[in-house]
Protein backbone atom coordinates (compact mmCIF):
# COMPACT_ATOMS: atom_id res chain seq x y z
CA UNK A 1 0.00 0.00 0.00
CA UNK A 2 1.25 3.48 -0.52
CA UNK A 3 0.61 6.28 1.85
CA UNK A 4 0.90 9.98 1.67
CA UNK A 5 0.81 12.44 4.25
CA UNK A 6 0.90 16.42 3.29
CA UNK A 7 2.05 18.66 6.37
CA UNK A 8 2.94 22.65 5.91
CA UNK A 9 0.06 24.52 5.40
CA UNK A 10 -1.54 27.38 7.15
CA UNK A 11 -2.37 31.50 7.27
CA UNK A 12 -0.25 33.70 5.58
CA UNK A 13 -0.51 36.49 4.33
CA UNK A 14 -0.04 38.22 0.77
CA UNK A 15 3.30 37.94 -0.21
CA UNK A 16 4.43 35.56 2.59
CA UNK A 17 5.31 31.72 1.54
CA UNK A 18 5.10 28.87 2.74
CA UNK A 19 6.56 25.12 2.20
CA UNK A 20 4.18 21.68 1.76
CA UNK A 21 6.06 18.46 2.04
CA UNK A 22 4.55 15.41 1.27
CA UNK A 23 5.75 12.02 2.50
CA UNK A 24 4.88 8.51 0.69
CA UNK A 25 5.37 5.27 2.32
CA UNK A 26 4.70 1.85 1.43
CA UNK A 27 6.23 0.63 -2.41
CA UNK A 28 9.22 1.87 -3.61
CA UNK A 29 8.72 2.34 -7.32
CA UNK A 30 12.20 2.68 -10.05
CA UNK A 31 10.26 5.88 -11.46
CA UNK A 32 6.97 8.06 -10.89
CA UNK A 33 5.41 11.01 -10.85
CA UNK A 34 4.37 13.24 -8.06
CA UNK A 35 2.04 15.87 -8.15
CA UNK A 36 0.68 19.18 -6.27
CA UNK A 37 -3.50 19.73 -6.68
CA UNK A 38 -4.80 22.39 -5.17
CA UNK A 39 -8.91 22.80 -4.32
CA UNK A 40 -10.86 25.59 -3.41
CA UNK A 41 -14.36 25.56 -2.18
CA UNK A 42 -16.92 25.04 -4.98
CA UNK A 43 -14.41 24.46 -7.70
CA UNK A 44 -12.49 21.51 -9.27
CA UNK A 45 -9.41 20.34 -8.54
CA UNK A 46 -6.79 21.92 -10.28
CA UNK A 47 -2.92 21.14 -11.43
CA UNK A 48 -0.77 22.73 -9.79
CA UNK A 49 3.03 21.74 -10.58
CA UNK A 50 4.37 17.76 -10.79
CA UNK A 51 8.20 16.45 -10.69
CA UNK A 52 8.74 13.66 -13.43
CA UNK A 53 10.71 10.05 -11.49
CA UNK A 54 14.06 11.66 -12.05
CA UNK A 55 13.33 14.64 -10.61
CA UNK A 56 14.86 16.92 -13.18
CA UNK A 57 11.42 17.27 -15.33
CA UNK A 58 9.08 19.71 -13.88
CA UNK A 59 5.84 21.11 -14.84
CA UNK A 60 3.78 23.97 -13.52
CA UNK A 61 0.73 25.55 -14.14
CA UNK A 62 1.13 28.73 -15.91
CA UNK A 63 -0.84 30.64 -12.41
CA UNK A 64 2.04 29.69 -10.06
CA UNK A 65 5.02 29.84 -12.91
CA UNK A 66 8.25 31.74 -11.32
CA UNK A 67 6.55 31.69 -7.62
CA UNK A 68 6.20 28.26 -6.67
CA UNK A 69 9.30 25.38 -6.82
CA UNK A 70 8.48 21.56 -6.74
CA UNK A 71 11.49 19.47 -5.71
CA UNK A 72 11.95 15.74 -4.31
CA UNK A 73 14.34 13.59 -2.21
CA UNK A 74 13.69 10.39 -3.33
CA UNK A 75 15.84 8.85 -0.73
CA UNK A 76 13.89 10.73 2.38
CA UNK A 77 10.37 9.49 -0.06
CA UNK A 78 9.35 13.09 -0.27
CA UNK A 79 7.93 15.92 -2.38
CA UNK A 80 8.07 19.45 -1.63
CA UNK A 81 6.52 22.47 -2.60
CA UNK A 82 7.76 25.91 -2.08
CA UNK A 83 5.49 28.91 -2.08
CA UNK A 84 6.39 31.93 -2.76
CA UNK A 85 4.59 35.68 -3.20
CA UNK A 86 1.76 34.34 -2.37
CA UNK A 87 -1.51 35.46 -3.61
CA UNK A 88 -5.23 35.24 -2.13
CA UNK A 89 -6.66 33.15 -5.08
CA UNK A 90 -3.55 30.58 -4.05
CA UNK A 91 -6.33 29.77 -1.22
CA UNK A 92 -7.09 26.11 -0.92
CA UNK A 93 -6.65 22.48 0.09
CA UNK A 94 -3.41 21.22 -1.53
CA UNK A 95 -3.12 17.73 -2.24
CA UNK A 96 -0.01 15.66 -3.20
CA UNK A 97 -0.79 12.77 -5.70
CA UNK A 98 1.51 10.30 -6.89
CA UNK A 99 1.23 8.22 -10.73
CA UNK A 100 3.15 5.12 -11.77
CA UNK A 101 2.34 5.45 -15.16
CA UNK A 102 1.78 8.99 -16.98
CA UNK A 103 -0.60 9.72 -19.21
CA UNK A 104 -1.37 13.48 -18.90
CA UNK A 105 0.49 14.77 -16.18
CA UNK A 106 -1.97 17.71 -15.58
CA UNK A 107 -5.28 15.40 -14.86
CA UNK A 108 -6.85 14.19 -11.84
CA UNK A 109 -7.47 11.04 -13.14
CA UNK A 110 -4.13 10.02 -13.50
CA UNK A 111 -2.91 9.64 -10.42
CA UNK A 112 -4.20 6.61 -8.21
CA UNK A 113 -2.60 7.82 -4.90
CA UNK A 114 -3.79 11.01 -2.85
CA UNK A 115 -2.68 12.21 0.38
CA UNK A 116 -5.49 13.39 2.55
CA UNK A 117 -4.87 17.55 1.83
CA UNK A 118 -3.70 20.67 3.70
CA UNK A 119 -5.30 23.82 3.98
CA UNK A 120 -3.49 27.07 2.64
CA UNK A 121 -5.19 29.95 3.12
CA UNK A 122 -3.16 33.50 2.02
CA UNK A 123 -5.00 36.84 3.85
CA UNK A 124 -5.28 40.30 1.62
Known amino acids: QVRLVESGGGLVQAGGSLRLSCAHS????????MAWFRQAPGKERDFVACIFGSGTVTDYADSVKGRFTISRDNAKNTVLLQMNSLKPEDTAVYYC?????????????????WGQGTQVTVSS
Open 26 to 33: GRTFDSYT
Open 97 to 113: ALALKITNSRNPATYGY
